[in-house]
């Protein structure tokens, strides 16, 4: 089966014309998937043409919602997203005054396997492809009552299930995709991407030029707690990934956030505050304290929010910028962390 969101609007051109169909018939065809219709909706297609794609096993719509929960604490829905060979990946809808951001997976599973996320918990299954990542985001559009000229998804961040540059090429092409602007059109700015510091494909993504915002997995300041709680520090250590982050401002000059997980008696003492103090001061940064979600497979304790409010103040007075993420969508296990490949193969 090929999907047809994994092409761009030039590529889909160029297949119209193997078929012998008119130009103007790619840009319909492209403006029909990105409203999230199947053929069968496609009323401004000819029928011998879409059964030409489908006898050649040309799929439309690759993603499909197929339940939705909805949070009675602050209204966040969670997606469970069926995919063409009945995997499921989850996504998070996150409503703020600013607008709606739509947090997404990027893999069935995930092989980092860190210590404090449900995401790795079964491994990795497969990789997305680029179609299949902008169809979480097409779906949830449409789900909100969006389209085209209404879209109602205004941020995307890659954080749920996966590492998004495990699964490189296919994690450019989206963004490359979702800022087409025939498309989605959504701003590079308006994009977080979210590593737990794979240098290497860092490094190649650098030379993309694609201006997204850059969040990097910290969780600890020291190479021997990060790697009791994150496998891959043992070959990315902290020094490298903080060297990486610096690499990126000097290249756009966009600061980048580091994601800190508070996890009680492992990384949250004041000599944790200290050496992070250490590390990230003087350069242009946001240390994003997490308060742990709890998953129940993991076992580990968070740190409470008294306890989170007075790291973060130790981090201010030795001259860091900092945020305490406000935690959504905990009670559909939609909050930072809790996203788990446990609905694969559902059905």
């Known amino acids: 089966m090929k999907l047809l969101t994994d092409y761009s609007l030039d590529e889909l051109k160029e297949l119209t014309a193997s078929y012998g169909e008119p130009a103007f018939r790619a840009e319909q065809l492209y403006l029909n998937l990105y409203a999230g219709k199947d053929y069968p909706e496609m009323t401004n297609i000819g029928k011998a043409f879409k059964e030409r794609?489908?006898?050649?096993?040309?799929?439309?719509?690759?993603?499909?919602?197929?339940?939705?929960?909805?949070?009675?604490?602050?209204?966040?829905?969670?997606?469970?997203?069926?995919?063409?060979?009945?995997?499921?990946?989850?996504?998070?809808?996150?409503?703020?005054?600013?607008?709606?951001?739509?947090?997404?997976?990027?893999?069935?599973?995930?092989?980092?396997?860190?210590?404090?996320?449900?995401?790795?918990?079964?491994?990795?299954?497969?990789?997305?492809?680029?179609?299949?990542?902008?169809?979480?985001?097409?779906?949830?559009?449409?789900?909100?009552?969006?389209?085209?000229?209404?879209?109602?998804?205004?941020?995307?961040?890659?954080m749920g299930s996966g590492e998004p540059l495990d699964n490189y090429d296919n994690t450019v092409k989206f963004l490359r995709l979702v800022n087409a602007e025939k498309g989605l059109n959504i701003s590079y700015r308006n994009i977080s991407l979210s590593t737990c510091g794979l240098i290497d494909a860092f490094d190649r993504f650098l030379g993309e030029d694609i201006p997204i915002t850059m969040t990097f997995s910290l969780h600890a300041a020291s190479d021997e707690v990060r790697s009791s709680i994150m496998p891959v520090n043992k070959k990315y250590g902290v020094d490298k990934v903080i060297d990486a982050a610096k690499r990126f401002f000097e290249k756009t000059k966009r600061r980048v956030v580091f994601?800190?997980?508070?996890?009680?008696?492992?990384?949250?003492?004041?000599?944790?505050?200290?050496?992070?103090?250490?590390?990230?001061?003087?350069?242009?940064?946001?240390?994003?304290?997490?308060?742990?979600?709890?998953?129940?497979?993991?076992?580990?304790?968070?740190?409470?929010?008294?306890?989170?409010?007075?790291?973060?103040?130790?981090?201010?007075?030795?001259?860091?910028?900092?945020?305490?993420?406000?935690?959504?969508?905990?009670?559909?296990?939609?909050?930072?962390?809790?996203?788990?490949?446990?609905?694969?193969?559902?059905?």
């Open 53 to 158: 794609l489908l006898a050649d096993g040309y799929v439309a719509r690759g993603v499909n919602i197929l339940e939705s929960f909805v949070s009675k604490i602050d209204g966040t829905v969670k997606f469970l997203y069926e995919l063409m060979d009945g995997n499921i990946v989850e996504g998070v809808l996150m409503r703020y005054k600013y607008g709606n951001t739509l947090c997404i997976s990027t893999q069935v599973g995930c092989r980092m396997n860190c210590a404090f996320c449900a995401s790795g918990l079964e491994g990795l299954k497969r990789n997305l492809t680029a179609g299949e990542i902008l169809g979480e985001v097409i779906a949830a559009n449409r789900f909100d009552g969006g389209d085209l000229t209404n879209r109602k998804i205004t941020n995307v961040v890659l």
């Open 259 to 347: 994601e800190y997980s508070l996890i009680k008696g492992v990384n949250d003492s004041q000599e944790d505050a200290a050496l992070l103090i250490e590390k990230v001061k003087g350069f242009p940064c946001i240390v994003n304290l997490i308060v742990l979600n709890y998953v129940k497979e993991r076992g580990l304790a968070s740190t409470s929010r008294k306890e989170a409010y007075r790291f973060s103040g130790l981090l201010e007075k030795g001259g860091v910028q900092i945020t305490v993420r406000r935690t959504m969508g905990a009670d559909i296990e939609g909050a930072c962390g809790q996203l788990r490949a446990k609905y694969i193969n559902k059905q």
